[in-house]
Structures are given as C-alpha cells and as structure tokens.
C-alpha cells in the first residue's frame, strides 16, 4: 500500500471528480486474471475496514443490535416482495435482460407505494391517538427498532 499511496489518491479523486468511472478503474486493475499492484494495494486496504468492521461488530452488543435492526428492515422488503410478486407465478419469465429489469423495477415500484400508503396512514393514526390524549412512545410506534 506504501508503494501505491500517492496513486490510490488520485483514484480516490478522479472518482469524486468525476473524472473516471469506477467501471473503467476496475477494468484499469485488473490485468486478465491477475489484479496490478495499484489493485492489490485497494484490495489490502479494504481488507483493513473489514476487520475493523468484524471487530466491532464481535465487541459491541449496541453494534450487533444495529446491524440486526438493518437487515430486518431489509428481509422484511424482500418479505413483501414475495408476497406481493404473484403475476407469473412470482417468476421473472422475460429472456431478456430489459425485460427482466422493467419486470423487477415496476416490483419495486408498487413496494415503494404499499410502503408509502403504510407510512401515511400509520402517521395519521399515531396522530390521532396523540389528539386523542394518548400518549405513543417512540419506540412503541411503526417501524422503530424494537
């Protein structure tokens, strides 16, 4: 990494810039098979923020709960998905990949209104319980982390 340093800043600014697409400094690293010095050089420092992600989420309870809280939300997406994804059998039949992506993206879509109509009316309930003198802690109400 030592080696690389100066020419891993540039990457690291030439994509925030802009300048160069990720997909072409991808392609930039790797040399057939085999990844150049600059890839390894990345691939080491990532490895640095992956222990230290194990790390804590081995030493921190509150970090673990906050990762589980993180993936729930996500199963629970795919959840409705599934029970929502019943036109053909739940399969995406087309042979194409257009065709696949229009079929998943308009999934996505209608799971982004259910969830939005949801939101909507979990709000004016919670609202109208507050008019009503209850009172609705953060953590009992929606959505939050339980």
Excluded: C
Aim: net charge neutral; proline share 2%.
């Amino acid at each position: 990494m030592r080696d690389h340093w100066e020419d891993m800043l540039r990457v690291a600014g030439s994509l925030t810039t802009g300048t160069v697409r990720a997909y072409d400094l991808l392609r930039m690293m790797n040399n057939g098979d085999r990844m150049t010095g600059l890839g390894d050089a990345f691939a080491a420092y990532g490895r640095i923020f992956k222990t230290l992600h194990l790390l804590q989420f081995i030493d921190s309870e509150v970090y673990r709960r906050m990762i589980g809280v993180q993936l729930n939300i996500g199963e629970g997406r795919h959840a409705l998905g599934r029970a929502m994804f019943f036109g053909r059998l739940g399969e995406v039949r087309h042979a194409y990949r257009d065709g696949m992506e229009n079929q998943l993206g308009a999934l996505g879509m209608a799971i982004n209104a259910v969830v939005f109509w949801n939101s909507l009316y979990m709000d004016a309930a919670v609202t109208e319980l507050e008019a009503g003198g209850l009172t609705v802690s953060p953590e009992s109400a929606p959505g939050s982390p339980r």
